[in-house]
């Protein structure tokens, strides 16, 4: 099975690529398990001094494929999501919050769902200017999962807060920036990172 995730590796840096832009970088198992593969080689990997992760095309992570089939449900089933979040999301995350090397996040364009969850699990966030985050579970009848509710209820007012994930009020990069939801704004994060 060729790999999703492309990564390489140039000076000690480490970048990771979720390169899935036909669906705005939404993530299937295959490349989530990949995605926890390789963030959890990469922080036991002496060569590697720092992790980058990014995407290709106009988003960075719109988060959960909902046409995967590991979670797309069958007729007058409902879809098991929670398989998806013990199994692969709740992992990601870990993986990239307990890591021992530096994660950056690259953001080049939106973060939406529980792609917003990766971009703020990360130590230190670069977003295009152009980027926005939204939480956009409730559109889907979801609660926020993937430490999202802890990462905006730890730097916003519970009203805010409120706002964000239950009405999924977008968060441009300039207010993130405002806020210290993330650390810089730049029109190539990449590069910048």
Partial sequence: MEKIIKSTL???????????????????????????????????????????????????????????????AS???????????????????????????????????????AGMSIALACDYIIAHSGTYFMAGFSKIGLTPDAGLTHIITSTYTRSQSLEILLLNKKITSSEALSTGLINNVSENPLDEA
Wanted: with cysteine; hydrophobic share 35%; aromatic share 4%.
């Fill in 75 to 113: 007729e007058g089933e409902r879809p098991n999501l929670e398989k998806a979040l013990n199994e692969e999301w709740n992992p990601l995350i870990k993986s990239i919050k307990t890591n021992p090397k530096i994660i950056i996040g690259a953001i080049n364009g939106m973060a939406v769902g």
């Fill in 10 to 72: 140039n000076e000690k840096v480490l970048e990771i690529n979720f390169n899935r832009e036909k669906v705005y970088n939404a993530l299937n198992r295959q490349s989530k398990l990949e995605l926890i593969d390789e963030i959890t080689q990469a922080g036991k990997n002496p060569e590697v001094g720092a992790i980058i992760l990014t995407a290709s095309g106009r988003a960075f992570c719109t988060g959960q494929d909902l046409n995967d089939r590991a979670v797309r």
